[in-house]
Nanobody
């Protein structure tokens, strides 16, 4: 069974840090680009960051640039999102998604084949 499972979310104060993990089962992440999306209450889901299958290319939304870092450990079949200097506006459910495209578009959710259920991140002011 193909599955993506996120973990690492929680409650943190403004300025704090969290590291999210996205673990795959039922398939190998090596051949997939992985992205993180987030959805805040009452808002549309937005792309946060993406990493190519070889980790040679990364992309960040302007709102998280210089604060978030995406990385991957292919032997462990895991992708990470290190989030530093968190702000209340980062509060959302964070989902990871896998795409068979070499460089998928963060603005096109249709580019992604598999999705996780999400992990809640709450940043208090």
């Amino acid at each position: 069974q193909v599955q993506l499972v996120e973990s690492g979310g929680g409650l943190v104060q403004s300025g704090g840090s969290l590291r999210l993990s996205c673990a795959a089962s039922g398939f190998t992440l090596d051949d997939y680009a992985i992205a993180w999306f987030r959805q805040a209450p009452g808002k549309e889901r937005e792309g946060v960051s993406c990493i190519s299958s070889t980790a040679g290319t990364t992309y960040y939304a302007d709102s998280v640039k210089d604060r978030f870092t995406i990385s991957r450990d292919n032997p462990k079949n895991v992708v990470y999102l290190q989030m530093n200097s968190l702000k209340p506006e980062d509060t959302a459910v964070y989902h990871c998604a896998a795409s068979s495209m070499v460089v998928p578009n963060l603005r096109s959710q249709n580019d992604y084949d598999y999705w996780g259920q999400g992990t809640q991140v709450t940043v208090s002011s």
